[in-house]
């Protein structure tokens, strides 16, 4: 399966600011999907990122509070824009490979104040 | 519909001992199963899949079993060892769609 890596571990952020996540995979990868993963919940998708085109959204997740970037087949970024203590979670980037596996990387642990 | 729960129920077995974790799933379109766990601090970690031509599959000391008729799938661990201690996720996926809807989690408390 492909190594994946996310930037930073974990951050600790004040309100009103923006944190971008860094997700970079060891092999090229044509689907990549970002998760949030809120205390003590299970995980919800956020949307997939495309490369050459604009991420898709799910329902509840905007392109204003979640923009993201996916420059080419191995890397993508999340930034969670203007936080507030409810984006507080566990971000996960994960990769699709084969016909339908899925990985994840070890995840940003992201606290807001 | 999809599952998003709030409480985790936890699974306390004695090591050595076998466990069964269970999941029922929403959508009778999935054909598509992944089980992961995930520990304290890490990212969810693929244990075993199933597609729903089959019934039954068999890993190193873990086998997953899928009802289609009642929409139940289980994991089964045998000789549970205290590095089994985790979170473990359902996850289904219905057709060509790439997206995976996750179940609520079980955590699994592996006795010394």
């Known amino acids: 399966s492909a190594v994946i890596s996310q930037k930073p571990s974990r951050d600790i952020c004040q309100r009103g600011t923006s944190l971008t996540i860094q997700c970079q995979v060891d092999s090229q990868v044509t689907m990549m999907f970002w998760y949030r993963q809120q205390p003590g919940q299970s995980l919800t998708l956020i949307a997939t990122?495309?490369?050459?085109?604009?991420?898709?959204?799910e329902s509840g997740f905007v392109i204003d509070k979640f923009p993201i970037s996916r420059p080419n087949l191995t890397f993508s970024t999340l930034t969670v824009s203007n936080m507030s203590p409810e984006d507080s979670s566990i971000y996960l980037c994960s990769v699709r490979q084969g016909d339908n596996e899925q990985f994840f990387g070890p995840g940003t642990r992201l606290t807001v104040l | 519909g999809e599952s998003v729960g709030l409480h985790l129920p936890t699974l306390s077995v004695q090591e050595g001992d076998n466990s069964i974790i269970n999941c029922a799933y929403s959508n009778s379109a999935s054909d598509y199963f992944i089980w992961y766990k995930q520990e304290s601090g890490k990212g969810p970690q693929f244990i075993i899949d199933i597609r729903s031509n089959m019934d039954k599959r068999q890993g190193q000391r873990v086998t997953v079993l899928l009802n289609k008729t009642v929409k139940h799938l289980s994991l089964q661990i045998a000789a549970t060892q205290p590095g089994d201690s985790a979170v473990y996720f359902c996850?289904?996926?219905?057709?060509?769609?790439?997206?995976?809807?996750f179940g609520s989690g079980t955590r699994l408390l592996v006795r010394p």
């Open positions: 990122a495309n490369q050459g085109s604009e991420a898709t959204y």
């Open positions: 996850a289904e996926k219905a057709g060509s769609s790439y997206k995976l809807i």
